[in-house]
Every structure is written in C-alpha cells, then in structure tokens.
C-alpha cells in the first residue's frame, strides 16, 4: 500500500473543502473519504486506488435514519448497512431494501460498510482490480479484457501482463 | 529439547516455546557466525518508543486493557493486533475481506480487522479472541480452564480441523448470539456466511453454535 496522510473530518463542511481538494472526483483522485474501507481499503492494498491523503469520516454526525415529513426515509451517509437493514422501519416500510442489504456480503463486512459507500463501490470486475491487465476503467483507453478476451492482440500493456500471467 | 517441556506451564505458552525453539536451532547452524537476534523477542512498541517516520499515537482499548502505540498509518488493525500489539489469535487469511479468519470486535460488532485501519479506531474497544471467557489474564493470555461457552461448545463439538479460521468463526459465532438470528441451523449458515474454513468443519461450528443458542 502507498504511503498516505491519514486526517479526520472535524464536521461535514470540513471533509467536503478536503474532498474539493482532489485534483479530480473520482478516478485517480488523490483524496478519499474513509467511511467503512471495505472497498477503499481492499483496492489501496492492490494499488489500484493510490490516494495521497484518506479523510476519515466515521465519526461524523451522518449516521441517522429519519422518517421525513413525506413519507420519505432520509439514511446518513454513515449508516451501517446492517443497521440500515434490521432498522425497524426499513423492515416494516422497505423489505426489498433490508433484504437486499442481506443478501449482501457477510455479516462482517454489512457491520463495517456505510450506505455512501455502497453507492461510491467501484466494479467488482477481477480485471479492475488485477493492475497487470489493461482496464479502461482504471486506465482509459487500455482496453477491456472482459469484452476483448483474455490476451489481447496488441499494445504494451497486453504485452506486459502476459509477461506478467505466463511466469 | 521438546522431551524436556513440561505438559502445561501457565507462564509457557506455545507459541513463546516454538520461537524459542526456532532461534536456538537456528543459532547452532549459524554456529560460528555472527549473533544473532533471532530468538529475541519482539517488543510491543510503546507510544514512548521513539517515533518511527510517519507513525501517528493511537489508543486501543483491547481486551479491556488500554493500548498507547504508534502506527503507521497503512497499519490494519488486524497487522496492528498481530505486528505490534503480539495477539497472534487473530489470523490472516485472505487479507481482503472475504474469508473471515481475522474477524474481531470493535465497540461490541463483528468485522474484519484486514479491511480497517488500526488508526480509524483511535480510543474504541477492541475484543480478540485472547480477551473471550472469564479466563482472560491480560497480555495476551487466556487460559483454558475458563473458556468463553462457544469455545467450550468448539472443543465439544470438534468444530474445527486445522484450526486456523477457528479464532474468527468463535468471534463470529459470539457476536451472532447478539444479532437477528433465526432458529434454523439455515439462519445460523447464512449468518457464518462471512467465515470460510477450508477443512469443511462447517456442520460442527453449526451444531456447536446452536447448543450454545439453546443454552443447552
């Protein structure tokens, strides 16, 4: 894993000015918001996610579940998907939600991730997170193995992972 | 040297004789060369240790027993437990979430300690398997004549053959007492689902979890 600075948000418009100083939102940003780590984590130790500095967010007052005056449902960005899923009123007025919360991962990992995070998880695709093959998601424009095959025809980074694959 | 060992020292472990054992092996056929300090145990680093480049002070309240340390802050919790604290119960298996061997708690909740950093837990509790039963002696040390009802109801039932995942399926199983479960050994499955054991003991973790459900 890469180096980082490891900071914690005092309040939620600091960890925004801290997220706004990524050079860019998403692919190849620099600074990641550190909520559950179940995916964050699992890519740094691939090097497929290499940011300079990670804000903690878990202590952040974002982790409600409201009834709106709508009728609505408002979850906090920090919420646990296991507390999202046997929340009494997401059992009662959302099953489909708690029960696809159950259906996911393990109780381990359910305790750990966050409902922002589930909505920022990168693909799970094993090209993406195997950095010895080309991924246009990763890297764009180095091809996509899943449409293509396995080893394609041409190009340096084709030649390097079968390299890589054969030894 | 093994023949010597006394059946059980409460002051011996296994783990301590083995080390030692290997760094004396090792310094008879390094015999002649340099010393070396193979056998030389690791201290835990003190948060009054001088500061390694990087390192950041945390505090862990593991096992009910507060823990002032630095870490990097790449540091796992679980490498964190194992590395710098020398709770060795917790394993490493997969060290990406998905085989469970090194399931801990943290403030009463299962999880994986290889997805967390040990920084993200500046001052919670941490449980490991060395802190379950009332035999739990501090450093490290439980004993076995006071074991936690799930590990009783482990040895009992035989519910492991390696023994390598067994750590995390007990903290698993522990904290599943407290979750939403279903009666059904199904639920149970469903609920371990998180923990793999390559050995297949998978019927006697459940019917040992299930006795301890029933409290029978």
């Known amino acids: 894993m890469r180096t980082f600075e490891f900071t914690r948000a005092s309040d939620p418009a600091a960890a925004v000015r801290a997220g706004a100083q990524a050079k860019t939102a998403q692919q190849g940003a620099d600074v990641r918001f550190l909520a559950g780590g179940t995916t964050l984590l699992d890519l740094m130790k691939l090097n497929v996610e290499t940011p300079a500095r990670l804000v903690d967010i878990n202590r952040l007052p974002l982790g409600a579940i409201e009834a709106m005056p709508d009728g609505g449902l408002r979850v906090g960005a920090t919420v646990r998907n296991s507390d999202l899923a046997y929340h009494p009123t997401v059992e009662r007025d959302y099953p489909v939600l708690s029960q696809a919360l159950l259906s996911g991962a393990s109780a381990q990992l359910r305790n750990m991730a966050t409902t922002a995070g589930n909505l920022l998880q990168r693909t799970r695709c094993m090209y993406f997170r195997d950095t010895a093959m080309p991924c246009n998601k990763r890297e764009p424009g180095t091809g996509c193995p899943g449409a293509t095959g396995c080893w394609p025809s041409s190009g340096p980074a084709s030649t390097a992972s079968r390299a890589t694959r054969r030894t | ?177 407290g979750e939403p479960c279903g009666p059904e050994d199904a639920d149970v499955k469903e609920l371990m689902s998180g923990n793999i054991c390559r050995c297949g003991a998978y019927p006697n973790i459940v019917a040992a979890i299930q006795r301890v459900r029933r409290g029978a």
């Open chain 2, 1 to 177: 040297m093994a023949d010597d060992a006394p059946a059980r020292r409460p002051d011996l472990t296994r783990r301590a004789f083995l080390t030692a054992a290997a760094g004396a092996s090792a310094a008879s056929a390094l015999a002649g060369c340099a010393p070396t300090s193979l056998a030389a145990p690791r201290a835990a680093a003190a948060v009054d240790d001088p500061p390694t480049a990087g390192a950041v002070p945390v505090t862990l309240r593991v096992n009910g027993k507060e823990q002032r340390i630095r870490v990097d802050p790449r540091t796992t919790l679980l490498d964190c437990l194992r590395e710098t604290l020398l709770l060795t119960g917790t394993k490493k298996g997969c060290d990406h979430g998905q085989c469970g061997a090194c399931t801990v708690h943290v403030s009463g909740r299962r999880v994986n300690s290889c997805l967390s950093l040990a920084v993200m837990h500046d001052g919670e509790e941490i449980t490991t398997i060395e802190g379950l039963g009332e035999g739990y002696l501090g450093e490290g040390l439980g004993t076995p004549e006071a074991l936690h009802p799930m590990q009783a109801a482990f040895v009992a039932f035989d519910g492991y053959q390696c023994g390598y995942c067994t750590s995390g399926q007990i903290m698993s199983a522990v904290a599943l007492l």
